[in-house]
């Protein structure tokens, strides 16, 4: 008989081992030294850009901050909590090392999926739509690739990572207050639905609402269990530095299941390069696509580098995966529980149905905008939608190893086709940032883009007339 959960491992496996980790990395430090090192170099620059683009400038728009929220809403998911305790139980400490790593320059990737979808984006009914799919088309002029990413995203997001989102809510409330994974399943589905039929101005609106107050309120909790272990603080550290490097690991094996760990629970957490956030980036309405791309490239940084971090410390100072079964959101909850008591155990369940919920309807949205890319139909909408909701619904009830193997492969797939698609386009990336760096160094302060400074593609860059 079949076994459907190897097929799916075993899929998994051999595409990140034989193609994604080679091309994932490849690609960053491609965009790290074409770019000139853009994600640190302008990290100035990209915060600035976040203070400034929380107003709309029309009313039918969505500003530069909420789509910043609407791809963070989805990156800010239990990859946080339940993906970082998985890389840790499954690969060691080692493996947040590889994470780090993979965030630092894999924000450059970011950056350039994201300019491009602004470049290549086009005017919707209430607001810009691009993406992917839309750089593919318009700028390698490949709708045949854009379709076959457009079916892999919408099955990706809209379906899979919601039912890992899902799964996660109802393990962690059956674990902290005995609910029947079923009835939260239940809810989950409910306010799901109750969302995703307003729209991307809703989607927008709960975003920009949800993930600050998220964000915030766990960052506040981690950096109080870091102050009170702040002693230990040297030790996890170098724990997590050696563990990536040590000798026991290379000889037992354990550095290649630490790296690789490390990038697919990264990968997973901010998606830098894997394409879903430019679906997110094209909506924002701004004057010059490198704007986008760098708060995009700033939601790399604020999702791996504090969010990951902090669960990874709460559970490394407690030292529960040393000894323990546990996986998953269980091993976070654990480790909370074990430095703040009981109470520790109710904040994680609360704060990954935010994390989590926020992720599924940031999900939700990548899948609405690439199903109007491969059809306008109102009726293929209407059935993404039903599907969805049972999705979420199935989620909430199978089991943890199926879900995460299934988003592994099907992450994998679209982040292959994205990142050729982006190799593909660097040129524009380049000359897009040029243009933005010497209208700064002439004094503008706030530069606009041009159509006409790309003469080969202006008249497939619309929103962008002179």
Not at 70 to 75: N, T
Not at 310 to 339: H, M, P, R
Not at 382 to 402: D, H
Request: with cysteine; proline share 3%.
């Amino acid at each position: 008989m079949w076994n459907f959960d190897k097929i799916i491992t075993e899929s998994s496996d051999f595409i990140w081992t034989y193609i994604l980790i080679a091309l994932l990395i490849g690609t960053a430090l491609y965009f790290t030294f074409r770019l000139r090192f853009v994600q640190f170099a302008h990290l100035k620059e990209m915060i600035k850009l976040l203070g400034e683009t929380t107003k709309k400038d029309k009313d039918n728009s969505v500003s530069s901050f909420q789509a910043f929220t609407i791809s963070l809403a989805s990156r800010v998911g239990t990859g946080n909590m339940a993906g970082v305790a998985t890389a840790i139980a499954i690969g060691g400490p080692g493996s947040i090392f590889w994470m780090w790593i993979i965030a630092l320059i894999g924000a450059a990737s970011g950056f350039a999926e994201s300019t491009l979808a602004q470049l290549f984006k086009r005017p919707g009914k209430r607001s810009f739509i691009g993406g992917p799919a839309y750089y593919m088309q318009h700028g390698l002029g490949k709708r045949w690739m854009g379709i076959l990413f457009s079916i892999l995203i919408t099955i990706t997001f809209g379906l899979v990572f919601n039912s890992v989102q899902s799964n996660t809510i109802s393990f962690a409330f059956e674990e902290s207050f005995g609910i029947d994974r079923m009835l939260s399943g239940g809810i989950i589905t409910l306010f799901t639905l109750i969302v995703i039929f307003g729209g991307i101005h809703r989607i927008a609106q709960v975003s920009s609402v949800i993930v600050p107050f998220m964000a915030v309120g766990y960052i506040v909790l981690a950096v109080g269990i870091v102050l009170m272990n702040i002693g230990e603080l040297p030790r996890v550290i170098k724990l997590i530095v050696t563990s990536a490097f040590g000798m026991e690991q290379v000889i037992g094996g354990g550095l290649g299941v630490a790296l690789m760990q490390g990038i697919r629970r990264g990968l997973f957490s901010n998606e830098a390069g894997m394409g879903s956030a430019p679906n997110a980036a094209a909506t924002a309405d701004v004057s010059h696509p490198v704007k986008q791309g760098y708060i995009q490239s700033l939601g790399v940084f604020t999702d791996t580098l504090l969010i990951c971090s902090c669960t990874a410390f709460i559970i490394l100072f407690s030292d529960v995966y040393t000894n323990s079964d546990l996986d998953g959101i269980k091993l976070t909850q654990a480790a909370l529980v074990n430095e703040i008591g009981p109470a520790g155990g109710l904040f994680i369940s609360i704060a990954i149905f935010f994390f989590a919920f926020s992720s599924i309807i940031g999900n939700y949205y990548y899948g609405e905008t690439n199903i109007q890319f491969i059809s306008k139909k109102p009726i293929y909408l209407l059935l993404y939608r039903i599907i969805v909701a049972l999705m979420v619904m199935g989620g909430s009830i199978l089991s943890l190893k199926t879900v995460w193997n299934l988003a592994d492969l099907f992450m994998g797939l679209m982040a292959i086709i994205n990142l050729i698609a982006i190799l593909a386009l660097s040129r524009y990336v380049y000359i897009a940032l040029k243009d933005y760096n010497m209208q700064k160094k002439a004094g503008i302060k706030s530069p606009n883009f041009k159509a006409s400074s790309m003469p080969d593609i202006q008249d497939e860059l619309p929103c962008w007339k002179d």
